[in-house]
C-alpha cells in the first residue's frame, strides 16, 4: 500500500504517515551512534567513527563533534555532506543573532530556528529531507546547561540523556535504567563511554573509533568546548575498564 504515496514528500499516506521522512531516519539508523548526556556542571558527547577501511587515513580534525558557536556544540549521527549544510546555517544564525543583540543566541532559539529550515524540507515538492539527526549541547543564561535532540521531520526535544544512530533503542533504554538526575560530568563520561561499548558494533572500544566532546564553563564563567584527544581517550577508556585486555597491552 505504501508504494503509491512513498515517492512525495509532501503526501500523506491513509495511514497519516509521511513515508519519506521515515525512511531518513532509517538512514540515520545505519549511521554511527551518537550518545548525549546531561550533567550537573556540563554537557557529555560521545559518538561513534566508523572506520570503513583500513586504507584511509584518520580525519585530524573531528568527524562527529562540531562547534556551532563559543557556547553550543553538536554531535552527529547520519549523512555527514547533509550534516555539513545545516552546521553552516546554524552558524551563520548564531553569528547574527549576536552581531545584532551583542550576546549569544539562546540555545532553544537556535535549535528552533534550524529545526524549522528541516521543517521546510518535508513539505515543499522537489525536495528531500535532510537524512541527519543532531544532539545539541550547549549553556545559556535563561535555563544553563541544555541537550536537545533534532531529527530529519523538524521535531526536536530537551533531554537529560538521548542517543542518535544505529542501536539508539539499545542505548536509549540503558540510559534510562543508568541515569541519575544529580550526575556528575565524571560520571556522564563513565556511562556514555560504558553504554557505547554495549551498543556498538564492532568488537572492541578504541579512541580511534570514538569521539568525546564536552561542554562545561570554565572557573572564570567562561562557557568552555573541549574535544578530547586521543591519548587522553585512550587513558579514559583504560581507567572505566571499558578497553579490551588486548587493546590496553598496545
Known sequence: MSRRYDSRTTIFSPEGRLYQVEYAMEAIGNAGSAIGILSKDGVVLVGEKKVTSKLLQTSTSTEKMYKIDDHVACAVAGIMSDANILINTARVQAQRYTFAYQEPMPVEQLVQSLCDTKQGYTQFGGLRPFGVSFLFAGWDKNYGFQLY??????????????????????????????????????????????????????????????????????????????????????????????????????
Not at 544512530?165 to 550526575?183: F, P, V
Not at 569521539?211 to 572557573?219: D, G, R, V
Not at 572564570?220 to 577508556?237: I, P
Open 149 to 250: 535532540m533534532s531529527d530529519p521531520s523538524g521535531n526536536y526535544g530537551g533531554w537529560k540523556a538521548a542517543a542518535v544512530g544505529a542501536n539508539n533503542q539499545a542505548a536509549q533504554s540503558m540510559l534510562k535504567q543508568d541515569y541519575k538526575d544529580e550526575i556528575t560530568r565524571e560520571e556522564a563520561v563513565q556511562l556514555a563511554l560504558k553504554v557505547l561499548s554495549k551498543t556498538m558494533d564492532s568488537t572492541s572500544l578504541t579512541s580511534d573509533k570514538l569521539e568525546l566532546a564536552e561542554i562545561f564553563l570554565s572557573p572564570s564563567g567562561n562557557v568552555k568546548y573541549q574535544v578530547c584527544s586521543s591519548d587522553s581517550l585512550s587513558k579514559l577508556l583504560v581507567k572505566h575498564g571499558v578497553t579490551q585486555p588486548a587493546a590496553e597491552a598496545s
